[in-house]
């Protein structure tokens, strides 16, 4: 069989090593490069990181920009659609006069939105993160330039006609459109791109909420898929330099500034966080599959889509008539549930309009974000917890129930409780925040199969595993999975030695590769299984010796197996001759995809695999007391 010439680069931490692929089975072949030792280091980051870093604190000042731009817009729309002035000027579109025609409010802002959708770009629907997640894993980090613009602008008129979203998800997927159009000027690889997307995304969220650590936390829980130097470096410049741009645009944090509170975590207090962490489960699995219920509704009319936004702005206005504080951003909801203890009527209303206008809005496929929808409902819902709850200071349970909801919907624990921490500045609650997170987190696991994010690239067909673990091939060597125990051949062996080699050894199974070897030990080629076995029927090659590759691919000894992988996908040849970068010409054994395998097993043997190390037994002191009482009783 013909190979082309083909040179195969394969990279190895921070060198790169050329692997050329066969001429053919008499060609020339050339691995001196690959034997050049590989650096062997804990993180695969090269000096490239520092160019992207520049890059990522320009993208910062953009985000921070953006941010700024994003929220004056949504104002504007806001004074626009409920008040008929033009005022970048934040107003509660609750304080309206409208009357009844509030209720078109909304209509008309989703009519808006569809025929923006429909006319402009499609990836404006939606809550921004899902978008960006599959920019990243499906289009190698390229956004079209016509998102950068029409996102803002969409999600300014859904959230200003009275939609019931945050700005953080519109702000995100700006942000990121922005970075890729960034990185798209630069001779860059799909990798980097993505970094400066979600510099972008990081950046935009930063400067919104001015929450620079929980922005970077959000880049890597959702949206890296990766904790990596390379990429994590550029995007916390990013999100710093957005947030200490935020400074001058928007005013420095907290957003929500509250007292600090002393919780005593006793036995009732951490009670109490695990029955808040539930319950703020149970909401967000209540939620998550609400939004996508709502959907598949939607996807039922028989009507465009392009309607969908406006059908269900009906029902966002009747809500509104009903209970206007449902409508809009909400940041001044969240500010006074944690400042002040609403009645229990508000709170009521707020989670149940805000959740079900919150619901059908974005399910009919609108422009909005989730962050501030979550918070407000978590918060509500907090609230009235604090009713039977014990009483550590006003806003300390909606906090918690708010952090809690966040990290149950999005799958995001860290994230929901720095991001709390980062709203508020109150480092007293970090404990409860901790657990009540986490125990809503562990709930919605172990019930959905996906969280609100990713089951919309689930429902498009794409399957998305956000377990972050180190891969076993990364961590184990050549030497540790190669066959040693190998049978070799010698260039005039005769018909029944190649008949012995090929005979299976029950122990060891069978022997995918030969090497042959002159009589000093040096390898000259190598002979696949197939090829010995037609020789010996007869049925190929006039002699073992033209049946000789060579020049083989090689596998060395030290090297990861991640390597060995990607040298046998780009290559073709899944058994490779193992040698050491000492002496290249002696074969110490062979490495197969089998082989490769036993790295997946073992990994496979530590999660199922369960055994009883320690075993209970009865003290010796006791033991001999029993020996006595026993002999005693049977004398």
């Known amino acids: 069989m013909q190979f082309g010439a083909v040179n195969l680069i394969v990279r190895q931490r921070r060198d790169f090593i050329l692997v050329p692929a066969f001429f053919a089975a008499s060609g020339a072949m050339d691995n001196r490069a690959a034997a050049e030792t590989p650096r062997l280091a804990d993180f695969t980051t090269d000096l490239r990181v520092i160019p992207l870093s520049l890059i990522c604190i320009v993208i910062g000042v953009v985000g921070a920009f953006l941010a700024m731009i994003l929220l004056k817009l949504i104002y504007l729309f806001t004074n626009l659609f409920f008040f008929h002035h033009w005022s970048f000027d934040y107003k509660s579109p609750a304080l309206n006069t409208l009357g009844y025609f509030v209720v078109l409010v909304p209509v008309i802002g989703g009519l808006i939105v569809g025929l923006m959708a429909r006319f402009g770009s499609e990836r404006i629907r939606g809550h921004g993160i899902p978008e960006a997640i599959e920019a990243i894993l499906l289009r190698g980090a390229k956004v079209e330039p016509k998102v950068a613009i029409l996102k803002p602008v969409s999600a300014a008129i859904a959230i200003g006609s009275g939609g019931p979203f945050g700005a953080e998800g519109p702000i995100i997927m700006t942000g990121g459109a922005v970075g890729s159009l960034i990185a798209q000027f630069f001779h860059l690889s799909s990798a980097e791109r993505k970094t400066l997307l979600v510099a972008g995304a990081a950046a935009g969220m930063s400067a919104t909420f001015a929450a620079p650590v929980s922005a970077v936390l959000l880049a890597v829980e959702l949206l890296l898929f990766e904790w990596k130097p390379r990429s994590l470096i550029p995007v916390a410049m990013a999100s710093a330099t957005a947030a200490a741009a935020r400074h001058y645009l ?232 190669m066959r040693t125990q190998i049978a070799r051949l010698l260039p005039d062996a005769t018909l029944d030695q190649i008949r012995q080699a090929l005979e299976v050894d029950e122990k060891l199974g069978v022997q995918r590769l030969f090497p042959v070897q002159d009589a000093e030990g040096n390898m000259v080629g190598v002979v696949p299984r197939w090829d010995l076995e037609q020789f010996v029927a007869g049925r190929k090659g006039p002699s073992l010796a033209a049946l000789v590759i060579a020049h083989p691919v090689i596998a060395f000894d030290d090297e990861r197996l991640t390597t060995v992988v990607q040298r046998m996908a780009s290559s073709g040849f899944t058994k490779l001759p193992v040698v050491s970068r000492e002496q290249p010409g002696k074969v110490l054994g062979i490495i197969s995809i089998a082989d490769l395998l036993k790295a997946r097993l073992a990994t496979r043997d530590t999660e199922e695999v369960r055994e009883r190390v320690l075993q209970l037994s009865v003290p010796l002191l006791f033991r001999g007391r029993d020996e006595k009482d026993s002999k005693r009783n049977a004398s």
């Open 250 to 481: 928007l005013g420095s944090g907290p957003l929500f500034p509250i007292p600090e509170h002393t919780m005593v975590m006793n036995a009732v207090g951490l009670a109490s966080c695990v029955l808040v962490g539930l319950f703020a489960g149970m909401l967000a699995a209540i939620l998550s599959s609400a939004i996508y219920l709502v959907e598949d509704g939607f996807a039922h009319l028989p009507v465009h889509w392009m309607w969908w936004p406006a059908i269900g702005a009906v029902v966002v206005g009747v809500g509104g008539l009903f209970f206007p504080q449902a409508l809009g951003v909400g940041y001044d909801v969240i500010a006074a549930m944690l400042t002040h203890d609403l009645a229990w009527k508000v709170l009521l209303g707020i989670l149940i309009v805000k959740g079900v206008i919150w619901s059908v809005s974005l399910g009919s496929g609108t422009s909005g974000g989730v962050l501030a929808p979550l918070l407000i409902m978590g918060g509500a819902l907090g609230g009235l917890e604090s009713r039977f709850l014990p009483n550590y200071g006003v806003g300390l349970w909606p906090l918690v129930s708010m952090a809690a909801v966040l990290a149950g919907a999005l799958g995001a624990p860290l994230t929901a409780v720095v991001f709390a921490f980062e709203l508020t500045h109150d480092p007293g609650v970090l404990l409860p925040l901790l657990i009540s997170a986490l125990v809503s987190y562990g709930l919605v696991v172990l019930t959905l199969p996906r969280s609100i994010l990713t089951e919309k690239l689930s429902r498009r067909g794409y399957h998305l595993s956000r377990e972050y673990i180190v891969d076993p091939m990364e961590s184990l060597a050549v030497e540790e999975v």
